[in-house]
C-alpha cells in the first residue's frame, strides 16, 4: 500500500490550513521515512506515513485528514443546476407543446381535415379560413383559392363532358381508346350498341373490334396501322367497312391522333373518333358514278378513261392494250332518220361491247360515235378474237333501215409507245385505216373515188378487187398476221393497182403483146400508186406495199429489184393472191386457165417470182377451201 508521494500532494498537505495531524508508535515496523499510504472517501483525504523514533526504529505513525469542501460544493452546484434545467425544460415543454398545440398543430389539422373533406365529398365549393395573417392562414387561403379553380375546372370539364355524351349520343359516333402495349380498347356505349359488341372487358374489345373489320379491308388497315406506328404520323383519317352484329356492312371513317409514345419514341395509345358514313358513301359513289359516266350509254366516259391513263403512265410496268372504234354511218342515221334513232344505235352497239367484253375489261365512250376498250394484262390474241366478236355483233344489228358496222383499231403498250397517248395515237390511226375498207364509212370514200375511176378506166373489176381483198384477207388470217396488219393487207388488196389510173388507155386495153417501150409504161404503174398513196395522208402506211407488189423473190423483179425478205411481207401475200387471181379469170387480153394450171404455176414459180412459204399456204388455204366447198 506504500508508494511514494507526490510533490504537489505534499505541498497540498502541508500548506493546508484545516489538515489534522495524528502521531501513533507502530513498534516492531521498520519502514522508510519517505514512505506514504493515502486513503480517500467522499469527504475527506487521509494519509499515513511510518516515522522513526529515537532509537531509530519505525515505531511512530502520523496520519493527516482533510475535509473535500470544494469538492462537495461543486458537486452540489451541479445538482442544483441540473434540477433547476430540467424543471425549466420540462415547463417550457410545458408552454411549448401548449402554445404550438394552440397555434400550429391545431391549425394543421384543421387544413388536413379540410383537404380530407374535399378528398371524400368531392365538395368543391368548401372553403376554409383560419385567423391571423401567419403562414399557415395564408396556406389555408392558397388551398381555399386553390379548390375554386378547381370547381371552375371540373364544371368546364362536365360541361365538356356533357356536351360530348350529347354529341357522340346525337350522332352515334364511336369513340375509341386504344393501348397498343396492353392491347385494351376503350369504346364508347353508343358505338358498341350501334355495331353490336358484346365482350365486356376492354381486352376483349380490342381483339372484338378488329373482328368487325370487312374481310377485303383487314390487309388495308394493316398496312395503315403499320404506317401510322412505324412513320409516328401524328394526326390519321382511314375509310373502310364494318360488319354490324346484324350482317349489315357500314362503311366508317376514322380519324385520330397518336397521344402517347414510349422512351423509343413509338406510339403506345391513340385516341380516334369512328363515324358511320354509309350514306355519304352512297352520295359520292353516285356522284362519282355521274361524272364518270355516260348519260345514255352507262359506260365510262371520257374524263374516267383520262384519269385510267393517268394512273397507267405513273406505272412504268403497268400492260395494256388500246382498242379504238367509230360507228359508221351515224351522222347520215342522225341527218336523215333523226338523233333518238342515232341515240339507238350508239346504245345498241355500247350494250354489245357490254356483253361481249371481260368485266375487267373497261369500256367507255368517248365522243360521239367513237368507243374505247381499256384491255389490261391480256394477250394479244384475246385483244384480236374480241374485236373479231364486237364487229360481228354490230353486224347483226337489225333495227335500223340501214345496216350497222364499227371501225376498230388497237395498239399495244410497249417500247415505241410507252406513254398512254402515244398508245392511243396508234390505235386510232388503224382505227382510221379500218375505216377505209368499211363501206359504210364516209372515210370509204376516198377508197370508193379511186377504185371508181380505177374500174372505169381499166378493165380491172370490181369483182376482181374484192376478190383480192377477201383471199388475201384469209391468207394473212392464216399466216397469224395482227388486226392491223390485217386491216392494211384488205386495203393494199383493193388498191394495189391504183397507179394503173395514170397508164394509158391504149396501153392497158392492148389485146396484144405490149412493146418494150409499152411495158416500161406499164410498169411505172407501182411507182404511180406510191405516189397517189404517198400524198393522200389516209393511205400513207401502204405506200412501200403498194411499190413493192411486182417485184420478185429472187430479185429479178420491179421497179426497185429487192430480193426475199427485202420485200415488204404484205407486198409478197398479193404478189401471189393476184398472180393466181389473174390466171383464174378472164382478161381483155388473155382467156382464163382452170384452177390446177394457177396451181402449178405457183409451185413452179415459187422460190423464183414467190415466196416458198407463202405459196406453200396459200395452196393449203385453197385445199381447205375446196374441202368446204367454198369458192
Known amino acids: 500500500m506504500g508508494r511514494y508521494v507526490d510533490k504537489e500532494l505534499m505541498n497540498y498537505i502541508n500548506e493546508s490550513s484545516k489538515a489534522n495531524i495524528t502521531f501513533k508508535g507502530l513498534p516492531g515496523n521498520s519502514h522508510s521515512l519517505s514512505e506514504i499510504s493515502i486513503a480517500r472517501s467522499y469527504d475527506k483525504i487521509s494519509a499515513y506515513r511510518n516515522t522513526k523514533d529515537i532509537n531509530e526504529e519505525s515505531s511512530i505513525l502520523i496520519s493527516m485528514s482533510i475535509e473535500r469542501y470544494a469538492h462537495i460544493l461543486a458537486i452540489n452546484y451541479i445538482k442544483i443546476f441540473c434540477l433547476l434545467y430540467i424543471v425549466a425544460l420540462f415547463m417550457i415543454l410545458v408552454l411549448n407543446n401548449r402554445i404550438l398545440d394552440k397555434y400550429v398543430l391545431k391549425r394543421l389539422k ?50 365538356m363532358d356533357e356536351r360530348f355524351r350529347l354529341i357522340m349520343e346525337a350522332t352515334k359516333d364511336g369513340y375509341l381508346d386504344l393501348d397498343l402495349v396492353a392491347n385494351r380498347l376503350y369504346i364508347n356505349r353508343e358505338w358498341k350498341q350501334e355495331l353490336g359488341y358484346t365482350s365486356k372487358n376492354e381486352n376483349g374489345l380490342f381483339y372484338e373490334h378488329f373482328s368487325k373489320i370487312h374481310p ?5 388497315l394493316s398496312t395503315n396501322y403499320t404506317n401510322i406506328i412505324n412513320n409516328n404520323d401524328e394526326l390519321f383519317d382511314i375509310t373502310y367497312k364494318m360488319i354490324k352484329d346484324t350482317g349489315e356492312i357500314i362503311w366508317v371513317l376514322e380519324r385520330g391522333k397518336i397521344v402517347s409514345k414510349d422512351e423509343k419514341g413509338r406510339p403506345t395509345r391513340i385516341l380516334s373518333i369512328v363515324m358511320d358514313i354509309t350514306e355519304r358513301k352512297k352520295y359520292e359513289e353516285e356522284i362519282l358514278f355521274l361524272s364518270y359516266s355516260d348519260k345514255l350509254t352507262g359506260l365510262s366516259n371520257r374524263a374516267y378513261m383520262e384519269k385510267q391513263f ?68 391480256r394477250e394479244k390474241d384475246y385483244v384480236e378474237d374480241l374485236i373479231a ?33 402515244a398508245v392511243m395515237s396508234v390505235a386510232e390511226k388503224r382505227m382510221y385505216r379500218n375505216k377505209l375498207i368499211e363501206k359504210k364509212s364516209t372515210r370509204n370514200a376516198i377508197t370508193s373515188s379511186l377504185l371508181r375511176t380505177l374500174h372505169e378506166k381499166h378493165s380491172e373489176t370490181e369483182e376482181h378487187t374484192m376478190r383480192i381483198k377477201n383471199m388475201s384477207f384469209k391468207l394473212g388470217k392464216r399466216m397469224g398476221l ?28 392492148k389485146p396484144a403483146k405490149l412493146t418494150a417501150e409499152e411495158w416500161v409504161v406499164m410498169k411505172s404503174h407501182t411507182e404511180i400508186g406510191y405516189r397517189i398513196a404517198k400524198s393522200t395522208p389516209e393511205l400513207s402506211h401502204i405506200a412501200d406495199e403498194i411499190l413493192s407488189h411486182h417485184e420478185r423473190y429472187d430479185g429479178t423483179g420491179y421497179p426497185n429489184g429487192l430480193k426475199a425478205e427485202e420485200i415488204p411481207l404484205l407486198a409478197r401475200i398479193i404478189n401471189v393472191v393476184d398472180s393466181f387471181d389473174v390466171m383464174t379469170h378472164k382478161r381483155e387480153y388473155k382467156l382464163a386457165r382452170d384452177m390446177n394450171y394457177g396451181i402449178e404455176e405457183l409451185k413452179r414459180c415459187s422460190s423464183t417470182q414467190f415466196d416458198p412459204h407463202i405459196v406453200a399456204e396459200f395452196l393449203e388455204l385453197l385445199q381447205e377451201d375446196d374441202e368446204n366447198g367454198q369458192p
Request: contains cysteine; glycine residues 6%.
Open 216 to 220: 377485303e379491308f383487314i390487309e388495308y
Open 389 to 421: 366478236k364486237i364487229k360481228q355483233a354490230c353486224d347483226t344489228i337489225k333495227d335500223f333501215p340501214i345496216s350497222i358496222s364499227i371501225a376498230l383499231g388497237y395498239a399495244e403498250k410497249d417500247d415505241d409507245n410507252k406513254e398512254s397517248e
Open 110 to 159: 384543421l387544413l388536413d381535415d379540410f383537404v380530407e373533406r374535399v378528398r371524400k365529398t368531392k365538395d368543391t365549393t368548401l372553403r376554409l379560413v383560419l385567423a391571423g395573417n401567419d403562414e399557415l392562414s395564408k396556406i389555408a387561403d392558397s388551398t381555399s383559392n386553390m379548390v375554386a379553380e378547381l370547381a371552375i375546372a371540373n364544371n368546364d370539364v362536365k360541361e
Open 482 to 509: 395482227p388486226q392491223d396488219k390485217l386491216d392494211e393487207l384488205e386495203l393494199l388488196g383493193l388498191l394495189h393497182d391504183i397507179g394503173k389510173i395514170g397508164i394509158p388507155e391504149q396501153i392497158l386495153l
Open 310 to 377: 393517268e394512273e397507267l403512265d405513273k406505272d412504268k410496268n403497268s400492260s395494256y392494250f388500246i382498242i379504238m372504234g367509230d360507228v359508221n354511218g351515224l351522222k347520215l342515221i342522225n341527218d336523215a332518220l333523226g338523233h333518238k334513232i342515232g341515240d339507238k344505235l350508239i346504245y345498241n352497239v355500247s350494250n354489245e361491247m357490254k356483253n361481249i367484253c371481260d368485266h375487267n375489261d373497261v369500256v367507255s365512250r368517248w365522243s360521239g360515235d367513237e368507243f374505247i376498250i381499256l384491255i389490261k394484262n
